[in-house]
């Protein structure tokens, strides 16, 4: 039996559907009917954001987008970018998106980049991914402060498969936050970038290193962690009987498989450690990337 779904779009509003079709919307309500073989095919939903559309028109369109998607059980991706949601005080959509992310058993990524929210769209958006098995969270140029962290972080859950907070303006406190969140789940994600936040230094290495036997692909690209973060974040590697994170339970892999530290501040100094990284039993590292590194590295 043939699945009709409508979507009703202010006009002139964008849709980006699985990358497979994008078109300038010029009725007020379109039908899009299409065959239960077919709709696999329609695995991911995009809005962007068009500054040049006034703010009103688009964030009915976005209300319109989460009634229209409601009954929807197909899409295993949402994505939003440059979507400027503090500017709207009608938290409709955030509410309205409830049932989708409940009911959507399919639903397995959420992206957001360079997005704006607001202490109540974070409260709501992490209630709207508590309800679902959502397990990859990608936040990209999307600034987060403590507030924020504290309002979503039960939703970054360590059952994830993978978290990605990049160019969040986040620092010792948020990872700080995060890790105690997953010491209470008893999990943690295996892969997690943390990438272009400048304001992560040494003293967030000490709090990954709790998790650390657990993770299997970490990237803090352009961090400042410096030598002293290197040799926190992989030091339990001479006592691995200690009992530092040997509760965690293992998602997917007992070693490190990819360490990404390019531009992390470090030396030769840092070697040494990341040496014995690379020779310990423990360990099975593929890939390791240093670039962007030199001799005036910070401790």
Known sequence: ????????????????IAGRERRIVSQTKICN?????????YSK????WNRSIPRRTQFNSLISLAYGL?????????????VDFKEYNDKTFFMSMGSFFRNNRCLRELQMYDCSL?????HLLGRCIERSLIKTIIIDGTVMSMRSLTSISSAFHGS????????????????????????????VPTTIDLSNNPDIDDCACDYLSCVMVAVSNLSLE????????VYSLLSYTRA???GVGSALRLNGGSALRTLNLDGTDINDVACETIQTLLQHEFYSVKKLSLNRNGPEGRQ
Do not use: A
Request: charged residues 20%; hydrophobic residues 30%.
């Open 1 to 16: 039996m043939p699945l009709y779904i409508y979507y009703f779009y202010p006009r002139h509003s964008i849709v980006d």
């Open 33 to 41: 009917q299409y065959s239960p073989v077919e709709t696999k095919y």
């Open 45 to 48: 939903i995009t809005f962007p």
């Open 70 to 82: 409601k009954k929807n059980r197909n899409i295993k991706c949402i994505s939003f970018h440059d």
């Open 118 to 122: 607001d202490l109540e769209c974070w």
């Open 160 to 187: 994830l498969d993978k978290l990605s907070l990049t160019n969040c303006g986040i620092d010792d406190r948020h990872i700080n936050t995060i890790i105690k969140c997953w010491k209470i789940d008893n999990s």
């Open 222 to 229: 352009n961090t400042p962690i410096g030598n002293n973060g």
């Open 240 to 242: 691995p009987n200690n």
